[in-house]
């Protein structure tokens, strides 16, 4: 869910001006699921651009401000949330921690990377939401540790529905920075593509899966 329409607005705008947000309706991506997708996105991006990094991290730090407080710990999702978590967590002046997709095979065999207070609650930060898989699976690894998990923030959500339902199914609040209704809201306002291929970004968020 976005909270604020203009912060969505001007999220959208720094993604696409720095081309971590390609679209294509004719020529789609192929994820490694095998769905079809006219956008990809890279978030990871935004680190090289130092006053879009700033308000990305601004903008979910007062997040977290206004909506948790300060007795939490952040937990960025490997690997591309790490940089941006850790950016947040020092905002906050907050204990920090990172999840791996899987434990190591090696050392310490772990998932969680950091020394963040056993029992205590967290807010997981991701950079881009699709399917919800990894973003689950950082999740359960939190929790199968012992974590309470308050909550997950991402810079940008595709918005599926099936997504949603999974995060509610475990009681997750899930929020974003800007999402695909508001990238296609802007698409549609400037005019940039013509009403079939509006038609067509539509129906893929609806379903991703039988488009292609």
């Known amino acids: 869910m976005v909270l604020d329409k203009k912060v969505a607005e001007q999220t959208v705008n720094f993604l696409t001006q720095i081309n971590a947000i390609k679209l294509n309706t004719k020529n789609p991506f192929t994820w490694t699921s095998g769905i079809k997708s006219p956008i990809y996105c890279d978030n990871r991006l935004v680190l090289s651009y130092p006053k879009i990094r700033e308000f990305i991290a601004n903008s979910i730090s007062q997040i977290i401000k206004n909506n948790y407080g300060n007795d939490i710990s952040i937990a960025g999702v490997a690997t591309g949330a790490i940089a941006m978590g850790i950016m947040i967590a020092e905002r906050l002046n907050l ?52 974590y309470n998990v308050m909550g997950m923030i991402s810079i940008f959500s595709y918005d599926f529905e099936f997504a949603y339902k999974k995060f509610s199914s475990e009681n997750i609040t899930v929020n974003s920075l800007a999402d695909y209704n508001t990238l296609v809201e802007i698409i549609q306002s400037k005019g940039d593509l013509n009403d079939e291929e509006i038609s067509r970004l539509k129906k893929w968020r609806e379903d991703p899966k039988t488009w292609g």
Do not use: M
């Open 95 to 146: 204990p920090y921690a990172y999840v791996r997709p899987e434990p190591k095979g090696h050392g310490l065999k772990n998932q969680i990377e950091g020394n963040i207070k056993k029992n205590s609650s967290v807010v997981v930060i991701e950079d881009l939401i699709s399917t919800g898989k990894s973003s689950l699976n950082a999740i359960n690894a939190l929790k199968s540790d012992g």
